[in-house]
Every structure is written in structure tokens, then in C-alpha cells.
T-cell receptor, first 112, second 112 residues
């Protein structure tokens, strides 16, 4: 099950608004991944982060690796209807040997 | 390049039957992961392999579950006998050296 605290659980926003979500933990991570999952599909990798403080963009998506190495943030700017889906964070600690921890997901609903 | 390939995409079976799920990882990836996703428990790691060797199977729920990776391009997850509580979406993911994981489209299993 999930060991990362991901919030919010769901967001209902209007088209054009910005979206922010985050994942936190008491553990220290060396890798953060952000995924998006559409209904009936597998999670699709959006952004990967490898250094504390790193800020990486992918189109309208921007993710940051927290400087404490215990959290990460994902922002979506100027949301559009196709941004609808569930967004997951995944974190890897130094001693986890490839075993990522996953957040419970943030359900994003965009209304026109 | 082809992504992670899973088959079948959907499986409906009766309780007590054997179920075999198949996965072909991305060529060149040396780590393979099997996950189960349900509404109640989210994404759960069942087992993962590195260089075809099982590294951690602590997430396999019971002896009814088994997984094999006979070569670098193929893995199976078998449930025998299946039970209704095994109904879920099963994902396979692959990565190179425990980095970014790429998920397949999943197999939706329904056990009646």
C-alpha cells in the first residue's frame, strides 16, 4: 500500500485554472517520479526528479524535488479538459533497492 | 520503441481456475515489476526482478501467487487457484537499473 502522503485526494477545477499537488514523507528520497493515469490505462511517466531542489518542466507541468528531500510538488498550469485523470507520485529511498513508494493519487476533474 | 506489453488486457475467470498474466518489458530494461491496483489499496508492489532474478517477493499475497522471469524479455504472474478477492488490475513495469519505471497498459482480472 501507499507510504507517501499525497494531497489533495481530489480537485475539481475550472478549465484555465492552475493545479497544485504534493507528496510528503518522513523518509529521505533520492528520486521522485510523477505519473498520470487515465481510466483503463496504465500510469504514464510525466516527470522524473533526481536532485534536491531540482525544478523540471514538461509542457504545462512543473515538478519540484523538495530541498529537504522529503517532499515533491507537481503543478499544472492553465488546465485543459484532457488534464483529467489521476496523478501519482512515486519516491525512491537510498536503501529501497528499486522499490518505489507510491502516493494514493490525486484525482483531477476539469470542468469547461 | 514499443512500450511494456501485457496480455491479456482483460481476463474473466471462475473461482478456482488458474490465471496466467504475461509481460514483455521494454528492450534493454533489466528490472521488472509486478503491481496490483485496487480502489481500496491503491498500487501494491507484488514482486520485482533484476536481471531475471527475483529480488523481493514480500508483496506476493499468498502462495497462490507465483511469478517467473525465464529471460530478459518475458515474465509471467500466475494465480492458482484464483479467488474473487484477486479481482484487480495487474500492471507490469520495467526500468533500467532501478530508475524511471514505465508501466504497461495492465490486465483487468475479474474472478467470479
Amino acid at each position: 500500500g501507499q507510504q507517501l502522503n499525497q494531497s489533495p485526494q481530489s480537485m475539481f477545477i475550472q478549465e484555465g485554472e492552475d493545479v497544485s499537488m504534493n507528496c510528503t514523507s518522513s523518509s529521505i528520497f533520492n528520486t521522485w517520479l510523477w505519473y498520470k493515469q487515465d481510466p483503463g490505462e496504465g500510469p504514464v511517466l510525466l516527470i522524473a526528479l533526481y536532485k534536491a531542489g531540482e525544478l523540471t518542466s514538461n509542457g504545462r507541468l512543473t515538478a519540484q524535488f523538495g530541498i529537504t528531500r522529503k517532499d515533491s510538488f507537481l503543478n499544472i498550469s492553465a488546465s485543459i479538459p484532457s488534464d483529467v485523470g489521476i496523478y501519482f507520485c512515486a519516491g525512491l529511498t537510498t536503501d529501497s533497492w528499486g522499490k518505489f513508494q507510491f502516493g494514493a493519487g490525486t484525482q483531477v476533474v476539469v470542468t469547461p | 520503441d514499443a512500450g511494456v506489453i501485457q496480455s491479456p488486457r482483460h481476463e474473466v475467470t471462475e473461482m478456482g481456475q488458474e490465471v496466467t498474466l504475461r509481460c514483455k518489458p521494454i528492450s534493454g530494461h533489466n528490472s521488472l515489476f509486478w503491481y496490483r491496483q485496487t480502489m481500496m489499496r491503491g498500487l501494491e508492489l507484488l514482486i520485482y526482478f533484476n536481471n531475471n532474478v527475483p529480488i523481493d517477493d514480500s508483496g506476493m499475497p499468498e502462495d497462490r501467487f507465483s511469478a517467473k522471469m525465464p529471460n530478459a524479455s518475458f515474465s509471467t504472474l500466475k494465480i492458482q487457484p484464483s479467488e474473487p478477492r484477486d479481482s484487480a488490475v495487474y500492471f507490469c513495469a520495467s526500468s533500467r537499473d532501478y530508475n524511471e519505471q514505465f508501466f504497461g497498459p495492465g490486465t483487468r482480472l475479474t474472478v467470479l
